[in-house]
């Protein structure tokens, strides 16, 4: 699979040349670097497997059980996914410069970041937390599969509902059925296109091109919408010609209905991780743990940064208590700094909207307030130095008061 070790490596070197252009201006955060304060840490490998990106091996991990077989490792029920954000990075790609008909050697990947919240403290969401990335096409395929699950079954009771009271609920109705008649009305749900497939273009005529569909970050990272590429992966969007939409492209108007819901920053459409005891896909009953399937999915296929935030019982934590060695636990681990790094890279601008490095905008800053606790402590410190200043120069005094033809720089009438 394809190698990508240069992912994180280069988010160290983006917030490392904006660190040096930017010094008078800006305040860069130093959670991006070392966090005692000591500068960039070592970057660290960055790989691509079968199960989606591997930041350090921490990601290409399959859906672990527990020894027992019960269920799933990581008691995420009481946790909720809350989006943060999607953004582009141009990258080096080993494919790509094997190539000798590609004119460039860098692929702009689609990541999303996103965190674990408290279910009962999504809108706050400031502690006990993890923060995650995972590649757009990962994060979309088990948010998306959720969200369309989770309407088939409000239909359904909907439909349960109008038929044993025989008071049907119209919005509700209506909802439902503009969503089973999406195609007869002309509509696609963008929820079809979560992976990057092939495009019969109905509405393009060049036989000699063959175009792609698939998801696509907003420029300014706050939603996901679906567009035309040029090329298999999804990476090189494609110029429509004047005149033309995605949606004269495709055939048939996008509907974002499902799919805003995966993107939305609205703490009320978190995404609960409990199992849905309604819902019998939802329940995955191989096991008998309370994670839902989208959250064990889109956890094992994430680059995780928990133990900064709070976050307890994840993979992180555990796996650093377990006495067990296993070189691939281990090494995931040892590299989630550098996924912290690389998530701070991304929150914080360090790339344009196309996914180069940015250093011309300014990246925010961080501000950082004094606790009651620092403040307390800041007046002791400065109270005591001062006294012990005040009591320096009293005893300087009567010193000089009580000796005052003494000479130290004389002994026995040499001197020393």
């Not at 930017?22 to 959670?31: F, G, H, K, L, Y």
């Not at 109270?383 to 009580?402: D, K, M, P, Q």
Request: charged residues 30%; glycine residues 6%.
């Amino acid at each position: 699979m394809k190698n990508m070790q240069l992912h994180i490596s280069a988010a160290l070197v983006v917030n490392s040349i904006i660190f040096w252009s930017r010094t008078e201006s800006v305040s860069i955060a130093p959670s991006a670097y070392d966090r005692s304060g000591n500068g960039l840490l070592e970057p660290s490998n960055v790989r691509q497997t079968k199960f989606g990106l591997d930041a350090g091996g921490l990601l290409g991990v399959a859906p672990r059980r527990l020894d027992d077989g019960s269920g799933y490792e990581y008691d995420l029920s009481s946790y909720s996914i809350r989006f943060g954000k999607c953004q582009y990075v141009k990258t080096f790609d080993d494919d790509i410069a094997e190539d000798e008909e590609s004119d460039t050697v860098f692929a702009v990947k689609h990541f999303v970041v996103y965190r674990l919240c408290p279910s009962d403290e999504c809108e706050t969401c400031d502690s006990n937390y993890g923060e995650y990335v995972a590649e757009v096409n990962d994060y979309l395929q088990s948010t998306g599969d959720s969200a369309q699950r989770s309407f088939e079954n409000y239909c359904e009771r909907c439909e349960e509902n109008c038929n044993d009271n025989g008071n049907c609920d119209e919005e509700c109705q209506q909802e439902c059925y503009k969503y089973e008649n999406l195609e007869d009305n002309g509509y696609v749900d963008a929820t079809d296109y979560a992976e990057c497939q092939k495009l019969d273009a109905e509405g393009y005529d060049d036989d000699d091109m063959e175009l792609y569909v698939g998801p696509r970050c907003s420029s300014d990272g706050t939603r996901i919408y679906i567009d035309v590429f040029k090329d298999e992966n999804c990476w090189e969007p494609f110029e429509m010609p004047d005149g033309q939409t995605v949606d004269d492209i495709i055939g048939y108007k996008v509907s974002y209905h499902l799919l805003k819901h995966t993107y939305s920053g609205d703490p009320k459409d978190c995404m609960s991780c409990e199992e849905n005891v309604d819902d019998e896909d939802d329940r995955d009953e191989e096991d008998e743990d309370n994670v839902n399937e989208m959250c064990e999915e889109i956890y094992d296929a994430s680059a995780k940064c928990e133990s900064i935030h709070g976050l307890s019982n994840g993979f992180i934590q555990i796996n650093r208590e377990d006495e067990d060695e296993d070189e691939d636990k281990e090494n995931q681990v040892e590299n989630e700094f550098s996924v912290c790094s690389f998530i701070d890279s991304l929150v914080w601008n360090s790339y344009t909207e196309t996914g180069e490095i940015n250093i011309f905008d300014e990246q925010d800053e961080i501000i950082r307030e004094t606790t009651t606790l620092q403040k307390v402590m800041l007046s002791l410190l400065t109270i005591t130095a001062v006294s012990l200043a005040a009591y320096s120069a009293y005893l300087h005094r009567r010193i000089n008061e009580g000796f005052p033809n003494l000479d130290f720089s004389c002994q026995g009438g040499q001197m020393t």
